[in-house]
């Protein structure tokens, strides 16, 4: 592989130990890696290079990992991987719906760190094959063009997370068809279970819905799943 071909990831924490094991680790594993000790760091290098992932931790001093994920999610469509020391399902939920594709509690084994950030990366290059429908899709405002995979209100594209794309590119495949939460996990390829399909459809109603509070499109269906049912 030569360095044109590989990924670039870009390792945050302010831990400057366990940033130089990382970037060690990762680097002999087949990546190209950069550091910063904190989200400004980050936001330096973010201007001038172009990454593949972001391996983000989320207790930094200043900025935190939280806030400049929600920050870059307004921003750019880069996979980021959170490195939390807190192992609760609320704050990994919290990770989650602030745009995160995936969560890792400290301390971890770095091979799995390894297998996540592939899985991810794997996930970012690789679109669903489940075929869509020929026509633009209708959501109010915004328009959902299949063969462009894009989300657009107006003449602006709607930033999308990975899983957040691959959930209405399902859904959009087949309006008015309800999708278990299995079968969107699977048709997704979302990592996770059913919870984190619950925390995707309610970040992606915040993007389409007028009110994500009262859903006009993005439908739930008690005790089956969500179907979306787009304008005429």
């Known amino acids: 592989m030569t ?3 590989q990924p670039h990831i870009l390792v945050v924490d302010d831990d400057t130990r366990l ?5 060690k680790y990762l680097a002999g594993n087949g990546f190209l890696v950069a550091t910063a000790k904190d989200a400004a760091e980050a936001r330096a290098k973010l201007a001038g ?3 593949d992932l972001l391996v983000l931790d989320i207790m930094m001093p200043g900025e935190t990992g939280l806030e ?3 920050s870059l999610r ?3 469509d880069l996979p980021i ?3 939390t020391a807190r192992g609760e399902p609320d704050d990994r939920i919290a990770g989650l719906e602030a745009g995160a594709d995936d969560y890792l509690a400290k ?8 297998l996540r950030i592939n899985s991810i990366l794997r996930r970012q290059a690789s679109r669903p094959v489940d075929p869509v429908p020929p026509q633009p899709v209708k959501l109010g405002p915004m328009i959902y063009l299949p063969d462009r995979d894009e989300l657009r209100a107006g003449d602006e594209v709607v930033r999308l997370t990975t899983a957040e794309a691959g959930l209405l590119r399902v859904l959009a495949a087949a309006p008015g068809t309800i999708f278990s939460r299995e079968e969107l996990t699977e048709r997704s390829k979302v990592a996770g279970n059913a919870r984190t399909i619950d925390v995707q459809v309610t970040r992606l109603r915040r993007k389409i819905e007028p009110d994500p509070r009262e859903p006009r499109y993005l439908h739930t269906v008690r005790g089956e799943g969500y179907v979306l049912r787009p304008d005429p």
């Open 3 to 5: 360095e044109e071909d």
């Open 49 to 51: 290079l172009a990454f």
């Open 81 to 83: 991987l959170l490195l």
């Open 74 to 76: 307004r921003e750019r």
């Open 19 to 23: 940033r130089e094991l990382l970037r």
């Open 68 to 70: 400049l994920t929600e």
């Open 107 to 114: 301390p971890f084994n770095p091979r799995e760190l390894l």
